[in-house]
């Protein structure tokens, strides 16, 4: 026993009893330890695949969320909800007192917003609409957006006050939210950072915002 | 435990290679006997007529009708002659898309309308089709989730050109779920007739609209 090492030892040699009982065993235990180190590997495999990034991870922006009200700070700006309003028509006046009234089948929703910047100024992309149900709206094309937020620069040390105006089926009303963030450059860039602020339309909050809407919202103009 | 020197035992005979080869033939004369492994023929597209809606996965499209406008110049000029098509688009997506405009020439369109593949008889001009949504007093360009909205694409009719009696237009379907190697966004990306590369779009229906004849005559 004592001198027989695995590497000596030749199984087709007849005659040689001795050795035989002493290496089967380790082949068979070696060979389910083979098996169950293979399952192993095959079920980490598949453990490292659930847990790889979605896109949303991996080109996604970073988002800072906030509620109606909030101050919410992100990386280079922060930004606030003052006011959330329903209207059915919005008549926008621009700066040569041309006057344009624009309907829809859902609802206009006019979402009061203001932010400032931390250290460098910031100009918004347009602001999206997100529905509880994930659905993205963008902000509608029918009023202009130099009426809106993504006109001023947002500058450091004091707030600019401004609207963003969505146009969504009242369907999407119940828990939605805004989502802002700087505009994309021309070479896109990961990881921006956006603000999402819960409109904070609770089924009764979307009532009472369906039954107060405005006939008509006025936009623009002399004040 | 030791089998005796010499083999007295039957060996057991290597049946299972053998048997692989078998079944693998038999798929493959099979599967070669059925045709192959070339994809099986496509439907023709569908002949629809006006009214017709098309599913086009993102959208639901149905074509209202196509007539001639005129549109008097501003300045007292002669004014322009338009062919115009109008559609009722549905995004059943879940984000806002641009309308776009269909594409000239055999060059691909934009956004939503490049679904419009093809137009037969084709009117070109120098600028392509114009294309809006008109019908909530202020233009606009976008289609939001959840939406029905009027498109209209109008396509500008030379000097002294008449408006065919009859316009049919290729429609294609877009992609819901396209395929991205870097995790991109795509955008709106057409379904192809097949997987091969720069295959053509697939030809989900072919639409015809006669044309109204308005003042435009």
Redo the contacts between chains.
């Keep these: 026993m004592s001198t027989v090492t695995p590497s000596t030892v030749t199984p087709g040699r007849?005659g040689t009893?001795a050795p035989?009982p002493a290496t089967r065993p380790p082949g068979r235990l070696r060979r389910a330890g083979a098996v169950i180190a293979g399952i192993a590997l095959a079920a980490a495999a598949v453990a490292v695949q659930a847990a790889a990034l979605e896109?949303e991870d991996?080109?996604g922006n970073l988002t800072w969320t906030g509620r109606r009200g909030d101050e919410v700070v992100a990386s280079r700006f922060s930004a606030r909800v003052t006011g959330v309003h329903g209207a059915k028509?919005i008549q926008?006046t621009d700066a040569a007192d041309k006057v344009?009234?624009?309907?829809?089948?859902?609802i206009f929703v006019v979402v009061e917003v203001g932010a400032t910047a931390h250290r460098e100024p910031q100009r918004f992309g347009p602001p999206v609409l997100l529905a509880g149900d994930?659905?993205?709206?963008?902000a509608?094309?029918?009023v202009k957006s130099s009426l809106t937020i993504t006109e001023p620069y947002i500058q450091p040390g004091w707030w600019s006050e401004s609207v963003a105006v969505f146009?969504?089926?009242v369907?999407?009303l119940t828990g939605s939210r805004i989502v802002l963030g700087p505009k994309q450059g021309l070479i896109g860039e990961t990881y921006l950072p956006e603000v999402e602020i819960d409109l904070g339309l609770d089924d009764a909050g979307t009532q009472s915002l369906i039954s107060q809407a405005e006939d008509v919202y006025p936009l623009g103009g002399r004040k | 435990m030791?089998s005796p020197?010499g083999g007295g035992t039957r060996r057991r005979r290597p049946v299972a290679v053998p048997l692989a080869i078998l079944a693998i033939a038999t798929g493959l004369g099979i599967t070669a006997a059925l045709g192959g492994f070339a994809e099986a023929p496509k439907e023709p597209p569908k002949q629809l007529g006006p009214g017709a809606a098309v599913d086009q996965k993102l959208f639901l499209t149905k074509f209202v009708a196509s007539r001639t406008v005129f549109q008097p110049d501003e300045y007292g000029g002669e004014g322009k002659r338009f062919l115009e098509v109008e559609l009722e688009v549905t995004n059943k997506g879940?984000?806002?898309e641009g309308v776009g405009s269909p594409g000239q020439g055999g060059k691909q369109g934009l956004l939503y309308g490049k679904s419009l593949l093809k137009m037969t008889p084709e009117i070109t001009n120098e600028f392509g089709p114009i294309s809006m949504i008109i019908d909530?007093?202020?233009p606009?360009?976008?289609l939001?989730?959840?939406?029905?909205s009027a498109v209209v694409f109008r396509y500008e009719l030379a000097q002294g050109q008449q408006a065919p009696e009859n316009v049919t237009f290729d429609v294609g379907v877009f992609d819901p779920d396209p395929d991205?190697v870097t995790?991109?966004?795509l955008g709106l990306i057409l379904e192809s007739e097949s997987d091969a590369k720069g295959a053509p779009p697939k030809v989900e229906a072919k639409v015809t609209l006669p044309v109204q004849r308005g003042e435009a005559g």
């Design positions: 007849p009893t035989r896109q991996l080109v028509s926008t344009e009234k624009a309907t829809t089948p859902g994930g659905k993205r709206y963008t509608t094309d029918k146009e969504v089926p369907a999407a | 030791t020197p879940d984000r806002t909530e007093g202020v606009s360009q976008q939001h989730p959840g939406m029905t991205s995790g991109a966004d």
